[in-house]
């Protein structure tokens, strides 16, 4: 069983809709998690990390269930920039000694016009 | 700029050679990650480095795959005796530890593609 699953998508919306996203994690003992987003054919970078209290950055929502063991993501007011992969990543460690991340296999996102 | 190097962007071997892959990470990043990632899947874990030192190995595939950090900062992937299924791209990442502060954020490359014939 994989630490991280995702569903792969595709997701394909309109501009100004809202989408969600989300990932299950096997590890309970997991203590860190994080958005990144991949853009075609580049590296990942980091979108938001997120809290057991749920957190917002802008039009971007997190949230995270631990007794499930399910991370979210919302998108509100999609735009044709936010088409990307989104990766669902974990780690069991926290603080200053991050080691090791577990990433999803991404899902993948296309905002039309 | 002053994100993370890698070396070279694209590599074609054929089956059976010996490969290196550099990474130089962003100055003072304490802590630097070698992931691959394959067609449609995403980033798996090699190898974490902090300092010098290999803090957790175990995604190494097998004992064809070694990675060094003599000094602390540039490191090396290597890989021996090359075989079809080691073709992905090579990510490395590197992150700045700075006690309670860690951020979690890891600053990727953009990764060396390695296609095995």
């Known amino acids: 069983r994989k630490e991280v699953e995702q569903d792969p998508g595709p997701f394909n919306v309109p501009e100004g809709a809202t989408v969600a996203f989300n990932c299950t994690y096997s590890?309970?003992?997991?203590?860190?998690f994080f958005w990144y987003r991949q853009d075609c054919r580049k590296e990942p970078k980091l979108l938001m990390s997120?809290?057991?209290s749920g957190n917002e950055d802008g039009r971007f929502t997190a949230q995270l269930n631990r007794a499930s063991q399910y991370i979210s993501l919302l998108i509100r007011d999609s735009k044709l920039s936010d088409s990307a992969t989104y990766l669902c990543?974990?780690?069991?460690?926290?603080?200053?000694?991050?080691?090791?991340?577990?990433f999803g296999r991404g899902t993948q996102l296309t905002v039309w016009p | 700029g002053a994100g993370v190097s890698q070396t070279p962007s694209n590599k074609v071997t054929e089956k059976g050679k010996y490969v290196e892959l550099r990474c130089d990470p962003i100055?003072?990043?304490?802590?630097l990650y070698w992931y691959r990632q394959s067609l449609g899947q995403g980033p798996e874990f090699l190898i974490y480095?902090?300092?010098?030192?290999?803090?957790?190995d175990s995604g190494l595939p097998n004992d064809r795959f070694f990675a060094v950090r003599p000094e602390g900062s540039v490191s090396t992937l290597k890989i021996q005796r090359t075989e079809r299924g080691d073709s992905a791209v090579y990510l490395c990442?590197?992150?700045?530890?700075?006690?309670?502060?860690?951020?979690?954020?890891?600053?990727f490359g953009e990764g060396s593609r390695l296609t095995v014939l």
């Open positions: 590890n309970s003992a997991s203590q860190s």
């Open positions: 990543v974990v780690s069991i460690d926290r603080g200053s000694t991050l080691g090791r991340l577990y």
């Open positions: 997120v809290y057991s």
């Open positions: 990442a590197s992150s700045l530890f700075s006690g309670s502060a860690n951020t979690g954020e890891l600053f």
């Open positions: 480095f902090q300092g010098t030192g290999a803090a957790d």
């Open positions: 100055s003072g990043h304490t802590a």
